[in-house]
């Protein structure tokens, strides 16, 4: 029974914070009765502090008529996801993240109530850890994490900010198609490309493509294919 | 008494696999009297095989006549590189590359002989294993290896395929400048972005920038300067 949002980013180019998904999330907060939600801040996007990252977030919910609090506000963490109406994992470095969320033996808690059907929110590093790992995350490692897993929410891993080529680019760097071609010499998980203003509405068994863009579906061994806005992902008979 | 070569990349646009630094690197190998090669594929560019990636490198220092044996055709791996007349690493996924040299133990005896004098020749992720970790690599963690420590070879790290911000860009994910300053958010690291074409030249305790362009260099707590070619990097009195 889950219930989640999982976005390719937090922030469109020119809007606020949040803004574009505004109306989707204030829907679905309203529809489930949630009235305070527990925000994860650890991927502390440009350094900011949990404390500074959580205020940000609490003034947006605010309009919402959500309450935040910041799990590392919680002296038990584990407890706090237990009891949680509803979870927010912002963006920030993936790498840290899940450093965090493994050192202090999160992710298994935060799995097990994604399943029981809390909401659950995340955008960009905050949906990278929905997938089996973060081995197709765009971060850089600026930690080591005890290990790359993820909750497994999802089935597939994401791939967010997910960017097409650029024409006439004469940077030699790989592009983000084939930094992903590459995860598939070494692993067999299908991988989204969420382009930025994209979003996986996931409820119960169904999860479906939401956003006016297309995303992009990598399996191992396939040719990569366009996936249309409203399709249910978990009907694409995906290859793992 | 160090050796090196330390590339941002193997290729520039529009040219052929290490042209730019043949005229450089021919001189080198002809100073130091090499006859023969020892080349580390692991980094699989593409996910190319260990023999086709030794192949296309074998082609291009015949030229120099120079003769390339693959790290992968010796039963004792360990052994080669103490033996070898010098050693190049080439570039393709960084985490894939140091997960193979933990696996096979050869962190150390590459670090060993290179402070010896071996001739070390590096591009992009060859590059990145340079310096104290691969935190600082572009690359997505395709693998896990089992610890990012890379050789220390340099005392610092090095950003390869370093990147300017692109002006007008509407793309919501991290430039470089700001991934690097995550970085230090949690490392105190000196850094050294080389563009494409730049090169660190290191002979003894010397470490000069070669080519066209400037380096970027970023340390924690102070703002980012442009370095000059042949600047000595040794010298600058860099913030550990």
Redesign the interface.
């Known amino acids: 029974m889950r219930n989640m949002i999982v976005a390719s980013?937090s922030?469109?180019?020119?809007g606020g914070y949040l803004e574009y998904l505004t109306p989707f999330l204030s829907k679905r907060l309203k529809a489930a009765s949630i009235k305070e939600l527990l925000f994860i801040p650890f991927a502390?996007?440009?350094?900011i502090s949990h404390d500074d990252y959580t205020s940000k977030v609490r003034a947006v919910f605010q309009t919402m008529h959500v309450n935040v609090k910041g799990i590392h506000e919680f002296e038990d963490p584990i407890k706090a996801i237990q009891d949680a109406q509803g979870i927010f994992t912002g963006g920030?470095?993936t790498?840290?993240l899940i450093k965090m969320l493994h050192d202090l033996q999160l992710v298994e808690p935060l799995r097990k109530v994604i399943y029981q059907g809390v909401f659950y929110l995340g955008t960009s590093a905050g949906s990278n850890i929905c997938g089996l790992?973060?081995?197709?995350?765009?971060?850089?490692?600026?930690?080591?994490p005890s290990?790359?897993k993820a909750t497994g929410a999802l089935a597939y891993n994401i791939n967010p900010?997910y960017?097409d080529p650029i024409e006439g680019d004469?940077?030699?760097?790989?592009t983000r198609e084939?930094?992903?071609?590459?995860?598939h010499?070494?692993?067999h998980i299908p991988v989204i490309g969420l382009r930025?203003g994209s979003f996986i509405d996931v409820q119960g068994t169904t999860e479906i493509l939401k956003g006016t863009l297309k995303a992009r579906l990598f399996q191992a061994g396939k040719a990569p294919m366009e996936i249309e806005p409203e399709t249910d992902f978990a009907t694409l008979n995906l290859n793992h």
């Open positions: 980013t922030t469109l180019y020119g502390r996007p440009g350094g920030g470095n790498f840290q790992n973060i081995r197709t995350t765009n971060d850089m490692p600026v930690v080591q290990s790359f900010h960017q004469q940077h030699m760097g790989e084939q930094r992903i071609n590459e995860f010499i070494y692993n930025e």
